[in-house]
């Protein structure tokens, strides 16, 4: 088969609308050894990587069925999907002590809805420019310490939960 658009995978049609979805209808929603899940949200999970270019790299994924884009939801997941990543977002920048958090919904390598949210410092490795989350993996102790800390924040019921949740 000759790709419609030379340039993109063969599939990417495919992944788009699902049939060759890498996550399937969504990622699996366990741990893994490099990521465990922080957060279990309405319509999203939120995971806490290993492989990151510094400390703060989580991954919240839309896990009711397929969608590639945020439009491709109905308003109200729309919304929901929004605050969810904004719960995460909030988290992240609490426990990290970031300057800032950056929010990159791509999708053009794996086109299901997801939004990588990344930390991001005043002695960042990349000051001022896009960074490349995906790194070295970093150490086990403190990555499983760090996910420990996200899921109370983001543990149901929590201050931060009821916030977001209004």
Request: aromatic fraction near 8%.
């Amino acid at each position: 088969m000759i790709a419609p658009f030379p340039n993109w995978p063969a599939d990417f049609v495919q992944r788009m609308d699902g049939r060759a979805c890498a996550c399937g209808s969504a990622p699996a929603p366990g741990d893994s050894d490099d990521r465990i899940r922080v957060y279990a949200g309405r319509v999203s999970d939120a995971y806490l990587m290993r492989h990151a270019a510094q400390r703060g790299y989580a991954v919240v994924a839309w896990k009711n069925g397929h969608a590639a884009e945020p439009a491709d939801l109905a308003p109200g997941d729309a919304d929901r999907y929004g605050r969810e990543v904004l719960l995460v977002g909030t988290a992240v920048q609490r426990h990290f002590a970031a300057l800032k958090i950056n929010y990159l919904t791509l999708g053009n390598q794996t086109p299901h809805l997801h939004t990588n949210v990344v930390a991001r410092y005043t002695d960042d490795v990349a000051p001022g420019a896009l960074l490349d989350p995906v790194g070295a993996a970093l150490p086990e102790e403190q990555w499983r310490a760090d996910a420990a800390e996200l899921r109370a924040l983001l543990a149901p019921g929590s201050a931060l939960v009821r916030h977001w949740d209004e």
